[in-house]
């Protein structure tokens, strides 16, 4: 398997355009996380989805953060209207399952968000 | 989820074992432990894990103590590419990363 694949690497783009972020899970695996990493927050759980489901969104910042998983090899996190302090580093990571024995993740290499 | 206590940072000598300590006194019976590390610019990788008995991979072993209050991530021949910061975790269901040691291999 290729691992968690994360497209664009990186993307940048002017304060008030929309910003889709695309990323494909392992295959089989039934949890996808979007996480949001920067250097004053570290790294922040966004959302997760189980089978296809979103599942705990509490970690989405606002109103302009969406996030859909249309099946099980696919899902976008979307910004709209981006701001500069969306700047960051976001990354995709899949999981078999979510019990605290077999919580392994696999993480994307990221997506470099920058918003000017 | 219990959270955790890292150093800030470390440097290990090359081909010295490299110890790194977590500290989460509050861990209830069910968490196990994680640890993850994050090389400069990618996703953070998995490195082991356990809920009480000492654990060992290819890459690391993992020791946690009687009480659980607190574990060390041992690498034992680190080499450059052991550089990066190291997460521990509590995992419940969720992972909460916090800000991890830095861990410096030096040559």
């Known amino acids: 398997d290729a691992g968690v694949i994360q497209s664009p690497r990186h993307e940048v783009t002017e304060m008030g355009q929309e910003v889709t972020l695309r990323c494909k899970p392992i295959s089989g695996h039934d949890y996808l996380f979007w996480y949001r990493q920067t250097m004053m927050r570290g790294l922040e759980l966004l959302i997760y989805?189980?089978?296809?489901?979103?599942?705990?969104d509490s970690g989405m910042p606002e109103d302009r953060f969406s996030a859909k998983m249309p099946n099980a090899s696919f899902s976008t996190l979307k910004i709209q209207p981006s701001e500069p302090r969306d700047s960051a580093v976001y990354f995709c990571a899949s999981s078999l399952a979510l019990a605290p024995a077999y919580n392994e993740q696999f993480f994307g290499p990221g997506t470099r968000l920058t918003v000017l | 989820d219990a959270k955790t206590t890292q150093p800030p940072s470390m440097d290990c000598a090359e081909g010295r074992a490299a110890n790194l300590p977590c500290n989460h006194s509050?861990?209830?019976?069910?968490?196990?432990v994680y640890w993850y590390r994050q090389i400069h610019s990618q996703g953070p990788q998995y490195i082991i894990h356990g809920l009480k008995n000492n654990e060992t991979n290819e890459m690391a072993s993992l020791i946690i103590t009687e009480d659980r209050k607190s574990s060390t991530l041992i690498l034992p021949h680190a080499t450059l590419r052991d550089t990066a910061v190291y997460y521990c975790?509590?995992?419940?269901?969720?992972?909460?990363f916090g800000t991890g040691t830095s861990l410096t291999v030096i040559p």
């Open positions: 989805f189980n089978n296809n489901v979103p599942i705990d």
């Open positions: 509050t861990i209830s019976g069910n968490e196990y």
């Open positions: 975790i509590v995992s419940g269901n969720q992972f909460y």
